[in-house]
């Protein structure tokens, strides 16, 4: 994905669908920088963890796990409410 590219409310949902597709069904915080493309990286999850507007997510041990559904729906509306939508 290009995500330099100026977002719309079309191509999110094109861009769900594909992850929804190459993602594994749960994985780590630590994943989600390559998973995405680099779109999001570990602090800047971390922070909106802090502040509550971060994706679901469950502690197995140490690590901070999602699960690919829920985190999607997050990630959309995150998307969404992004200041970087052409609209």
């Given amino acids: 994905f290009n995500f330099k590219a100026r977002l719309t409310l079309m191509n999110i949902t094109h ?3 594909k992850l929804q597709e190459s993602m594994p069904p749960v ?3 630590k994943e989600v ?3 995405l493309g680099g779109i999001l990286t570990v602090g800047h999850i971390c922070n909106l963890d802090s ?3 971060g994706p679901p997510r469950m502690r197995l ?3 901070v ?3 690919r559904d829920s985190f999607l729906e997050w990630f959309k509306v995150y998307l969404e409410d992004s ?3 052409s609209k």
């Fill in 65 to 67: 796990i999602y699960e």
């Fill in 83 to 85: 200041k970087h939508i």
């Fill in 51 to 53: 502040s509550q507007q």
């Fill in 61 to 63: 041990k140490r690590h």
């Fill in 15 to 17: 861009i769900i669908e």
């Fill in 33 to 35: 920088p390559k998973l």
């Fill in 27 to 29: 994985f780590t915080r």
